[in-house]
């Protein structure tokens, strides 16, 4: 029941890929992986077709992008049914997670890159005004290499390549070996666009072309996945001293307070668990109510999850296990939470109605930190729900993890979840909804602790695809220098008692 399967080929040919449908499991196409001859190929026609890119005012580049969104409504149909055959998520998560949050993010970056990369001039502080001037301009780096996971296989390529392509650089996008037709149209809604040639280009292929994309000469890393394999990447470009993003995975936690709205939290709590089918980076993966509440609470979540629809035709509501790894991790979580004594309100299995990778979605209580589904990341259609005395103990038990994406908070009390909010060791928190703040353009975005280095998204992401050049400019066409040897100690002297009345009286501190 593989979804990646390898093809036998000639020695000496590239080894090729045969890809299923994971909810059908019914063929959906071969890819060839790409190897290290073709990632240094490309990036050298990547770096050839910058520089004229890099030149070109952003309002053109701005251009290009508006053509490419107008391409992708165009083809938006295609991309749906692409994303849909890859994966097996639901129409409407296609349709809202890939296509809309790539609109948006299209028209953000095109509307506002002039403004965020505009040249800026920073006033000085204390006497160095008098004397310098600072302008800061944000150059591009030059190519960037996009390496994306399977769960967003279109928002996931498209949304950090329209930042750096906008921030003036090349793109070489390393789509999944799992859902590398989603990669592709993102290549081809930029065609459509006129890009120019080799600006854009997609490698397809594993782990081997990922790592090899690492070490091609590209300027930067912007990777989204898996911790193990951040840590590789993380590792590769340390050698090759390049900067990287690195966006990982997670295990957000839910605080349900005493005075939480109870239909919306419970909503919440499903929406945020069950999205994508669990497989989102930010999915709610353990839920934290207090006890006045907690029946209540369990009791509506069970009555919502058990009405759900899951399937792949027509319309529905939960769909596939995107591939059968993320399957088995899944069992192996929830076989150890019912071996340590979690009891399992609903679902818990796969679903024996469905033919393809369907696990139910599942509604489990009795759950406690020893367990696997409370401390690694799931990535599955479970919702594990704790009961705890009081916030405080469910912001400790939230914060007893070695992840840190985001997480949120349900109360009624805005200053309580701001409290609440600013404690979690989170990169991200939301007070009453379930963690969207990467559909959010202007929001920064990024893990802490083993959940991700660096910030994506917003004026933070966009100028970290630049370098922000300061350009300092002597007011006195450089008179100054003539005055710097001989070096005497009188003149030390002088600078010393003026250090004195400076930085020695308030006056002085205030001054400078
Ligand atoms: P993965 O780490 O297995 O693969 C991600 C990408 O890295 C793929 O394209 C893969 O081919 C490539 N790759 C594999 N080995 C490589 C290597 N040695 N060097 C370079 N590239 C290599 O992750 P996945 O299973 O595709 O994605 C799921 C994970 O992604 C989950 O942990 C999820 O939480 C995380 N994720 C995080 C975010 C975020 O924004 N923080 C968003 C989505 C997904």
């Given at each position: 029941m593989a979804i990646v399967t390898a093809i036998e080929t000639s020695p000496g040919?590239?080894?090729?890929?045969?890809?299923?449908?994971?909810?059908?499991?019914?063929?959906?196409?071969?890819?060839?992986?790409?190897?290290?001859?073709?990632?240094?190929?490309?990036?050298?026609?990547?770096?050839?077709?910058?520089?004229?890119?890099?030149s070109l005012p952003i309002e053109e580049r701005s251009r290009f992008v508006i053509r490419g969104l107008e391409a992708l409504l165009a083809r938006q149909d295609e991309i749906i049914e692409t994303v849909m055959r890859e994966t097996g998520k639901p129409k409407t998560e296609a349709l809202q997670m890939e296509v809309y949050a790539v609109c948006d993010a299209m028209n953000f970056y095109a509307k506002h890159a002039a403004k965020i990369l505009k040249p800026q001039s920073r006033r000085l502080h204390g006497l160095l005004r008098f004397m310098k001037k600072l302008r800061i301009v944000y150059r591009p780096l030059g190519v960037v290499g996009v390496i994306s996971p399977w769960n967003g296989p279109f928002v996931l390529a498209m949304n950090p390549t329209i930042q750096a392509l906008m921030a003036g650089n090349a793109v070489i996008l390393k789509p999944s070996e799992?859902?590398?037709?989603?990669?592709?149209?993102?290549?081809?809604?930029?065609?459509?666009?006129?890009?120019?040639?080799g600006l854009f280009q997609v490698l397809s292929g594993d782990g081997e072309t990922g790592a090899a994309l690492c070490c091609a000469g590209v300027d930067k890393i912007a990777f989204t996945g898996s911790v193990e394999t951040?840590?590789?990447?993380?590792?590769?470009?340390?050698?090759?001293?390049?900067?990287?993003?690195?966006?990982?995975?997670?295990?957000?936690?839910?605080?349900?307070?005493?005075?939480?709205?109870?239909d919306y939290a419970a909503a919440g709590a499903v929406g945020g668990a069950l999205m994508n089918t669990g497989q989102y980076c930010c999915g709610t993966e353990?839920?934290?109510?207090?006890?006045?509440?907690?029946?209540?609470?369990?009791?509506?979540?069970?009555?919502?999850?058990?009405?759900?629809?899951?399937?792949?035709?027509?319309?529905?509501?939960?769909?596939?296990?995107?591939?059968?790894?993320?399957?088995?991790?899944?069992?192996?979580?929830?076989?150890?939470?019912?071996a340590r004594g979690a009891r399992i309100l609903t679902?818990?299995?796969?679903?024996?109605?469905?033919?393809?990778?369907?696990?139910?979605?599942?509604?489990?209580?009795?759950?406690?930190?020893?367990?696997?589904?409370?401390?690694?990341?799931?990535?599955?259609?479970?919702?594990?729900?704790?009961?705890?005395?009081?916030?405080?103990?469910?912001?400790?038990?939230?914060?007893?993890?070695?992840?840190?994406?985001?997480?949120?908070?349900?109360?009624?009390?805005?200053?309580?979840?701001m409290n609440l909010a600013e404690r979690m060791h989170t990169g991200s928190v939301c007070i009453n909804d379930m963690t969207m703040t990467y559909g959010v353009q202007e929001a920064p975005f990024g893990g802490r602790r083993e959940s991700g280095v660096g910030q994506v998204n917003g004026e933070t992401g966009l100028r970290g695809y630049c370098h922000a050049e300061p350009i300092l400019i002597d007011r006195r066409g450089g008179k100054m220098s003539t005055q710097r040897y001989p070096y005497n100690r009188k003149a030390d002297q002088g600078l010393q008692k003026f250090m004195k009345v400076l930085w020695g009286t308030r006056w002085g501190r205030r001054l400078s």
């Open positions: 040919a590239r080894r090729r890929l045969a890809l299923a449908n994971p909810a059908t499991l019914d063929p959906i196409g071969e890819i060839e992986v790409a190897d290290a001859q073709d990632a240094r190929a490309a990036v050298e026609r990547a770096r050839k077709a910058q520089l004229d890119w890099s799992v859902t590398p037709f989603s990669g592709q149209l993102a290549a081809d809604i930029f065609s459509d666009a006129g890009l120019p040639d951040g840590r590789r990447v993380a590792v590769a470009c340390a050698e090759q001293l390049i900067p990287c993003t690195l966006e990982l995975g997670g295990k957000d936690a839910m605080i349900v307070c005493e005075d939480a709205h109870l353990r839920v934290y109510v207090v006890d006045s509440l907690a029946d209540a609470f369990v009791e509506k979540v069970v009555e919502r999850v058990a009405a759900l629809r899951q399937g792949s035709e027509g319309e529905f509501d939960v769909g596939a296990i995107f591939w059968p790894r993320q399957l088995e991790i899944i069992e192996e979580h929830m076989a150890d939470a019912r679902g818990g299995r796969r679903n024996p109605a469905l033919k393809g990778l369907f696990y139910e979605p599942t509604v489990v209580v009795d759950v406690n930190h020893d367990m696997k589904l409370m401390r690694e990341e799931t990535f599955g259609p479970i919702l594990p729900i704790m009961r705890v005395q009081d916030e405080e103990e469910a912001l400790r038990l939230a914060n007893d993890s070695v992840y840190g994406l985001g997480g949120n908070v349900w109360t009624r009390d805005s200053r309580k979840g």
